[in-house]
């Protein structure tokens, strides 16, 4: 039997000091602030902290990219809230009811609301990764390379299928991410391939720059496209604490977005802006209050923002059980970790127990946290949508350029950057999803290496890939998600 000690108690006793704390808590912050920013995201505000912390202990560096994604996610209300513009994607569903409490006289409620659903979803995630991730790992320790192929590639045609509005799209995207994975050294010959003579492509493309580009050089690109753009911000927030009628009403509506979020962010490519939509629907469907979803409803704002922060711990399941990111967000955190040393998967469970430890009593920390800021910064969040873009753009676009530089300490990192810039830039404005890109340049060499190391088990025969049960399946799911994402199309 595999053993996997993994111990909660262990985990809180590891972070529970003030410094580590206070990491947590910066990251939060942080996350606080991208998030209430319109157009920043998730992704993008680990992208910028990442060469900050570059140099600091991986488990704590971790733990406030963690911060960062939990304090987003939340903070994507704000605005949603405030201006009818979601801070991020998967704040989209809490405009509908926010925005026209907000018009009422009370954004305090719908931000206290929010802060209370993020909460509960954050924690009951949390809980769920803690329970059900182990066991999972236990299952995948018994996987080869046959099978870690295998998984590899459902896990691709997936994120491709699904991720975007156009499957042929997301597809093109994901191709792209794979030729561009095959850079450098091949995993198993150690041949140079497609590096034109570059001794800095030796390693393959850095991947650091590569994110900097994807997320920050292009938003700063699609900044100032949008220069002249201004908000209306509501700037009386009203009331703030709910009543104990109204708390019990929030805490409903929460348990239920809880649960749809962590299914839904369990599933590889699905991500926050689905999950939200369902459980929103689903619950206005049989609530006695249906009817009223959409003027301006408690629930309305619960639902989706209790479901939103729920996809955080849901997403990480696949991601540290068996390395396959379950939204773009672990994508980027997928590349941080394997920048650290980090290596996602089963035998992170069996080899590095105290990472792992310290990431599930962060999770509980980080949910925490959300509620406090939540709560007693909701008067504070107007004056955080107030800083204009024209002093905001050119500081994300410095922290871009010292980061990219700070990689490899050369100009390479720099050109890499700016031009993953321009790249993601045109992606994005022509609809083509970025995040299929990423995670196959990530995951492409690690399904490369693999497919090798089976042949090699094999002699060169093929079949080891089919005769294998586990092997067999992923690879049956891989072709069926292909099949249903063209059904769809038509």
Request: some cysteine.
């Amino acid at each position: 039997m595999d053993v996997i000690q993994i111990s909660l108690v262990e985990g809180l006793r590891q972070i529970l000091d003030f410094q580590t704390l206070l990491y947590i808590f910066g990251g939060v912050v942080f996350g606080f602030i991208v998030g209430a920013l319109p157009g920043l995201s998730a992704s993008t505000g680990i992208v910028l902290v990442l060469p900050l912390v570059y140099h600091i202990p991986a488990a704590e560096a971790i733990m406030i990219m963690l911060g960062i994604y939990g304090g987003t996610m939340f903070a994507g209300s704000i605005p949603a809230i405030l201006i009818r513009t979601p801070g991020t994607p998967s704040a989209a569903a809490t405009v509908l009811d926010g925005y026209p409490m907000a018009q009422r006289g009370e954004a305090g409620l719908a931000l206290s609301t929010s802060a209370i659903a993020s909460f509960v979803g954050s924690l009951l995630s949390a809980i769920a990764l803690f329970l059900i991730a182990p066991q999972i790992a236990r299952v995948a320790l018994k996987f080869g390379p046959p099978e870690f192929f295998s998984l590899v590639v459902f896990g691709l045609t997936v994120i491709a299928s699904v991720t975007g509005k156009d499957v042929i799209k997301g597809l093109i995207s994901a191709l792209l991410g794979l030729f561009l994975g095959t850079m450098g050294m091949d995993p198993i010959s150690g041949y140079s391939r497609f590096t034109f003579g570059s001794y800095a492509l030796e390693g393959g493309l850095p991947l650091l720059p590569v994110m900097i580009g994807l997320f920050a050089v292009s938003q700063v690109l699609r900044d100032i496209e949008e220069a002249g753009i201004t908000y209306q911000v509501i700037n009386k927030i009203g009331r703030i604490w709910p009543s104990r009628e109204e708390l019990k009403r929030i805490l409903g509506a929460s348990l239920f977005g809880s649960a749809v979020g962590t299914l839904i962010g369990a599933i590889p490519g699905i991500g926050g802006s689905i999950a939200t939509f369902l459980a929103y629907g689903q619950y206005r469907k049989f609530s006695k209050r249906g009817e009223e979803f959409g003027s301006g409803v408690l629930e309305g704002v619960a639902v989706p923002e209790s479901a939103n922060n729920a996809t955080t711990g849901g997403a990480l399941i696949p991601l540290l059980t068996l390395g396959i990111p379950g939204d773009i967000v672990t994508a980027v955190m997928l590349g941080i970790l394997i920048l650290f040393g980090v290596n996602p998967g089963p035998m992170l469970f069996r080899e590095q127990p105290e990472v792992v430890n310290r990431l599930f009593a962060s999770m509980f920390v980080i949910a925490f946290f959300i509620l406090v800021l939540g709560l007693f910064g909701a008067r504070f969040s107007p004056k955080i949508l107030a800083i204009p873009k024209k002093i905001l753009s050119p500081l994300v676009l410095l922290l871009c350029v010292v980061g990219a530089y700070a990689d490899s300490s050369s100009a390479f990192g720099i050109t890499v950057a700016l031009v993953f810039g321009v790249i993601g830039y045109f992606m994005e404005k022509f609809d083509f999803p970025v995040a299929p890109l990423l995670i196959s340049m990530i995951l492409g060499p690690i399904a490369e290496g693999e497919l090798g190391r089976s042949l090699l088990i094999s002699r060169g025969d093929w079949s080891i890939l089919f005769v294998r049960p586990i092997s067999l399946c992923f690879l049956i799911l891989a072709g069926l998600s292909l099949f249903f994402a063209f059904r769809k199309k038509d």
